[in-house]
């Protein structure tokens, strides 16, 4: 099959040429005929060749073409030769002949200090322009952001595994002005089973610093609900993330995960506690800035730890009326983002927790800040639980200061990692066996392509002969008989198609049915030829070129 010369351009030369030895060599790759194209899809096989290493690659050459021993080399007849034949070998063999893999490229609370998560960090409002940027590089078919506190992790399809998390490395360092090398120094990689296995367990709460917290399986919920109707956020990451959601949901009813579990916020509000006498709990001061769904969090845990007065400093004042109603009782006096500077002065502990993507507080800030009384300590504590930060590390060299943000939380969760272990392990059972029906799930999709070629197959000879009946029939054939044979026409391929069909579709959950609508599939492409090497490639690299121009 000859390659379409819609496909020409930047994007073709890039997926197919580069693995050329020689700039030389890619251009004139590139430049190959739609012949000589032909003549790469059905190679002679019924001449014997001869093995060349040409820049690394293994190319055969046809006998005839062989240098004989003392003459001349025909250039450009050889450099022609083996760029088709690098083109043949390596990039047309790579994408018809792997399958695209699900990766995870990652940093986490596990393998990356914050300083490093906040810059890579991705506002919920940008998801849709990260997804859209992502699935532009060359070898991202589908794509998705989970970007929290505690992570900043990107889920996509790639059509080749190295060059896939090559380039959204690249895009990572570009989008955050990180080197490269330093986030390979800190990223975690995952491919296929390994990637669905952390998804699902990032959804349970197991790859939380706080085992079971809740508020993660609600991101993994919003990643799909910001997803729904972007151009990238396809069948495979969408079917993934909601399978995650089906994961953690599952799991947090069948085991005792949540039971007793701590959120972000109530490790903070617990941190806190832990930083203050312990004669100071009922009367220290406390200020909460951010009241957002962090924010709301830290109050409600302060109220259960007794706190019964607390400064809420927020834009409007709507959200901590809603909070005040809530929890009657509690004294929640509101003020406005002016006046954050002078209720810090008044304030024992600050915990801050908004959106915003620069420090509220520096040390310029905080240095004139009158000292707090000897009985909370004679230390102010800020408890920064935002990332991108609120509070700039230099708060820290403040005198009579203390400064604690989300990576310091580990002290209050090492406690219980016994228990955290036994539960994690009960956790595991649900996640191995929901981890199998998504893969059995995502094998299933191999047949779409078959099914749509066969049903286009049957169609195209379907409209085909029903024209040539109906010129024979005459041009005064009735509509309602013109209708008829139609009918007829689509009720046969119909009953035709039901059996091959039937054969082709299976649900994912039973291994054998699968194993044989597999062996189904293989074996309808060879009978029809519904499929070739070159098709496929083709098929892949026009949808990434129509997809880029749009």
Request: include cysteine.
């Amino acid at each position: 099959m000859a390659v379409s010369s819609t496909l020409s351009g930047a994007k073709w030369e890039r997926l197919l040429v580069n693995s050329c030895s020689s700039p030389s060599a890619s251009l004139r790759a590139y430049s190959l005929s739609q012949q000589q194209m032909k003549a790469f899809s059905k190679p002679n096989r019924g001449r014997k060749g001869m093995t060349q290493r040409i820049g690394g690659v293994r190319c055969e050459v046809a006998q005839s073409d062989a240098i004989n021993e003392g003459e001349k080399t025909d250039t450009s007849k050889t450099y022609a030769l083996s760029a088709l034949e690098q083109l043949k070998t390596s990039a047309a063999d790579r994408y018809t002949k792997e399958r695209s893999s699900i990766v995870v490229i990652g940093l986490s609370i596990h393998t990356a200090p914050v300083e490093m998560r906040e810059k890579l960090a991705i506002p919920e409002a940008e998801w849709p322009r990260a997804i859209g940027e992502l699935c532009g590089l060359n070898h991202i078919e589908e794509a998705a952001v989970l970007s929290t506190c505690n992570r900043m992790e990107i889920y996509v399809v790639a059509l080749s595994q190295h060059r896939g998390v090559k380039e959204v490395t690249e895009w990572m360092s570009k989008t955050s002005g990180i080197p490269v090398s330093e986030i390979c120094e800190h990223r975690f990689l995952l491919y296929n089973k390994d990637a669905t296995q952390h998804i699902f367990e990032v959804s349970a709460g197991l790859d939380s610093l706080v085992l079971g917290e809740g508020q993660i399986l609600a991101q993994v919920k919003q990643v799909v609900k910001v997803g729904q109707g972007v151009v990238g956020f396809g069948r495979n990451i969408s079917g993934l993330f909601k399978h995650a959601i089906t994961v953690g949901k599952r799991v947090r009813t069948e085991t005792n995960i949540a039971a007793g579990a701590v959120s972000v916020s109530s490790a903070a509000v617990e941190l806190a506690l832990m930083k203050l006498p312990e004669s100071s709990h009922a009367t220290a001061r406390m200020l909460v800035i951010g009241a957002g769904k962090m924010g709301k969090l830290v109050i409600k845990h302060l109220v259960a730890k007794g706190c019964t007065k607390m400064v809420v400093v927020n834009r409007s004042e709507e959200k901590v009326a809603a909070i005040r109603e809530e929890m009657k009782g509690v004294e929640i006096i509101y003020r406005p983002l002016t006046d954050m500077l002078a209720c810090s002065a008044e304030a024992d502990v600050v915990f801050t927790s908004t959106a915003s993507e620069t420090p509220l507080f520096l040390k310029e800030h905080v240095k004139d800040l009158p000292p707090v009384s000897s009985e909370v300590g004679g230390l102010r504590l800020f408890v920064d639980i935002s990332v991108p930060r609120n509070v700039g590390s230099c708060v820290s060299e403040v005198e009579g200061t203390r400064l604690y943000n989300v990576d310091d939380l580990k002290e209050v969760v090492a406690a219980n990692k016994e228990d955290r272990l036994r539960k994690a392990m009960e956790a595991q059972a649900i996640i191995a066996e929901e981890s199998k029906q998504f893969e059995a799930w995502r094998d299933s999709l191999e047949t779409v392509p078959t099914i749509k070629k066969l049903r286009a197959y049957a169609e195209r000879i379907r409209v085909s002969d029903l024209e040539k009946c109906l010129s024979k029939m005459g041009e005064d054939i009735p509509k309602k008989t013109r209708k008829a044979v139609d009918d007829l026409s689509r009720g046969i391929v119909n009953k035709l198609l039901h059996g091959p069909m039937q054969h082709l579709r299976c649900d994912g959950s039973d291994s054998r049915t699968l194993s044989e609508t597999l062996e189904n599939m293989h074996a309808l492409n060879r009978m029809f030829g519904l499929e070739s090497d070159i098709s496929l490639l083709e098929q892949k690299i026009r949808a990434k070129v129509e997809q880029s121009q749009k």
